[in-house]
């Protein structure tokens, strides 16, 4: 099990053109997987180079998958960042969003996985 945290603009910053190429490049075929446009789109996106803008990715990708996170939970678009938890290629992963993970908490101390106690420890909460 793994868990990180994933924030919009580390995605915008990660080089998109070698993620899109990681995921519609075949290597060993040297083919472009899921129509030739993927080749396209992967040359539109090298020449935004590595910070691009998150609006011209979105126009040449055609949506804000890319540059973007969407809570498993409320499918809602976080703003900032969220929570990944099984994130590797062994596990199904679930992104919560901060208020997602926040409800996840409460519940968890409702039900006594968790005491409140250790919530004001881990947060440095005033008492
Ligand atoms: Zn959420």
């Known amino acids: 099990m793994s868990i990180r945290v994933t924030t919009v603009s580390s995605l915008v910053r990660t080089i998109i053109a070698e993620r899109w190429k990681q995921s519609y490049y075949n290597r060993a075929k040297k083919t472009w997987n899921f129509g030739a446009d993927k080749a396209g789109i992967y040359t539109e996106l090298c020449a935004l180079g590595a910070d691009p803008d998150p609006e011209k ?3 040449i990708i055609g949506n804000r998958s890319w540059t973007t996170i969407c809570c498993s ?55």
């Open 73 to 127: 939970s409320c499918s809602l678009y976080a703003t900032t960042g969220a929570v990944e938890v099984g994130y590797d290629s062994d596990s199904a992963t679930v992104i919560l969003c901060g208020n997602c993970l926040l409800h996840a908490l409460n519940l968890a101390c409702y039900y006594g996985l968790l005491s409140t106690e250790r919530l004001q420890e881990m947060f440095n909460f005033p008492r």
């Open 57 to 59: 990715v979105e126009a």
